[in-house]
């Protein structure tokens, strides 16, 4: 999320569907303006249909607003590269079609981006004939600088001719990946999947628990949660329960929603006794 684009989207006068939409992107961003949102994920962070997500889309294209990179592996469409470009903003609008060539608006940034531009993947091989059907939109945005570095110095394969750099990623990543993989094949005889995906979840792990995440990564591996055996111990789902797995593991004991229920209802019954020792107290009082 870039906190200073969102804000600056809030103050653009522009229409309201247009603005959700921006807004919707910005919240992905980040200070570069950049993010991979999938179309399903903008249509539910602007409470808007897919359909007008495209024309609104379209339309903040058009008036400088987003730049838009489509991207494939192949002939499989992934989602859209998105560049959140305010400073370029267009009122009058005409930039996809050139309308607007001589207006003030129609600086070089805006000239020069070439809206349906395909960007292959690195690896693919630019004699792919391009297919512009689009895939289901799911959200593939990751931070690329999270990766966690590949055990052992090597690459890691994450998608047909994809490769993680031997040098992206920070070493607490790296190590909290090495403890729930070594965990994982303890419990279930095989190695977890790992991928972009999964190694943007592991970033996010470590930014959320910092230098806990490796020991709280291994004890969500371990963890008999019904809930967490159900889900394989997915990494998402250990992402989704970050804080209170810490907890968990720092405490020595589970939470659980009876648990909670329980301790709620110990907490109430306290607060009732102690304001009702505090009535007698005044009572007593006044009697003296």
């Known amino acids: 999320m870039s906190i200073k684009l969102m804000s600056r989207a809030w103050d653009m006068e522009i229409p309201i569907g247009q603005k959700m939409v921006l807004l919707a992107l910005t919240d992905r961003a980040n200070d570069e303006g950049e993010c991979w949102p999938g179309q399903e994920e903008l249509a539910r962070k602007s409470s808007l249909s897919p359909r007008s997500v495209v024309s609104h889309i379209e339309w903040l294209e058009d008036h400088g607003l987003v730049r838009v990179e489509r991207r494939q592996r192949g002939r499989m469409r992934l989602s859209n590269r998105y560049i959140v470009t305010l400073d370029d903003y267009c009122p009058e609008g005409g930039l996809m079609t050139g309308e607007s060539e001589n207006s003030a608006c129609a600086?070089?940034?805006?000239?020069?981006s070439d809206t349906k531009k395909v960007?292959?993947?690195?690896?693919?091989?630019?004699?792919?004939?391009?297919?512009?059907?689009?895939?289901?939109?799911?959200?593939?945005?990751?931070?690329p600088s999270l990766f966690p570095a590949p055990l052992g110095g090597a690459?890691?394969?994450?998608?047909a001719g994809v490769k993680v750099r031997k040098a992206a990623g920070n070493p607490l990543a790296a190590e909290?990946?090495?403890?729930?993989?070594?965990?994982?094949?303890q419990r279930y005889g095989v190695d977890p999947v790992r991928n972009a995906t999964v190694n943007g979840q592991i970033g996010n792990f470590v930014k959320?628990?910092?230098?806990?995440a490796p020991h709280v990564a291994a004890y969500f591996v371990g963890s008999a949660s019904a809930f967490y055996v159900s889900k394989?111990?997915?990494?998402?789902?250990?992402?989704?329960?970050?804080?209170?797995?810490?907890?968990e593991w720092a405490?020595?004991?589970?939470?659980?929603?009876?648990?909670?229920?329980?301790?709620d209802r110990t907490a109430s019954n306290f607060a009732n006794a102690?304001?009702?020792?505090?009535?007698?107290?005044a009572e007593l009082g006044g009697r003296q």
């Open 251 to 263: 405490t020595g004991r589970r939470v659980t929603q009876s648990a909670a229920r329980q301790a």
């Open 107 to 112: 600086n070089l940034a805006c000239a020069n």
């Open 155 to 159: 690459p890691v394969a994450v998608g």
């Open 274 to 281: 102690q304001e009702a020792l505090a009535m007698l107290d």
């Open 119 to 143: 960007q292959p993947l690195q690896g693919e091989s630019a004699a792919i004939a391009p297919s512009f059907n689009e895939e289901p939109s799911m959200n593939h945005q990751y931070e």
């Open 176 to 185: 909290t990946w090495a403890a729930y993989a070594e965990a994982y094949r």
């Open 232 to 247: 394989g111990h997915a990494v998402g789902v250990m992402l989704c329960d970050a804080e209170k797995l810490h907890t």
């Open 208 to 212: 959320r628990l910092g230098e806990n």
